[in-house]
Nanobody, 115 residues
Framework: QVQLVESGGGLVQPGGSLELSCAVS????????MAWHRQAPAEQRELVAA???????FYSASVKGRSTIFRDSAKNTMYLQMNSLKPEDTAVYYC?????????WGQGTQVTVSL
């Protein structure tokens, strides 16, 4: 059974940095595209960044220039480095991975940007 586990969330001050990680386990197939989404209270879920199995990453306008998505294929782990964090970055961050044509979701990790 494929499982995704996020970690690295927490409370950070405005202007600070965080690195989220997403570990994929339980798959004997290659992992395709992976992505980070977020959902703030009373807001719709938003695609933040994505990394295909091959090709250039995608960043939403809200995080472009402040974030870097990368993956360690040997560890089946994806990361999201976020810098210059703003209060509006506060949300639950979810990772997704496509494995053998099926998209899987993690349970989410809370990121709170506040003084």
């Amino acid at each position: 059974q494929v499982q995704l586990v996020e970690s690295g969330g927490g409370l950070v001050q405005p202007g600070g940095s965080l690195e989220l990680s997403c570990a994929v386990s339980g798959s004997s197939f290659s992992i395709g595209s992976m992505a980070w989404h977020r959902q703030a209270p009373a807001e719709q879920r938003e695609l933040v960044a994505a990394t295909p199995a091959a090709g250039a990453p995608f960043y939403s306008a809200s995080v472009k220039g402040r974030s870097t998505i990368f993956r360690d294929s040997a560890k089946n782990t994806m990361y999201l480095q976020m810098n210059s964090l703003k209060p509006e970055d506060t949300a639950v961050y979810y990772c997704t991975a496509v494995v053998d044509g099926t998209q899987y979701w993690g349970q989410g990790t809370q990121v709170t940007v506040s003084l």
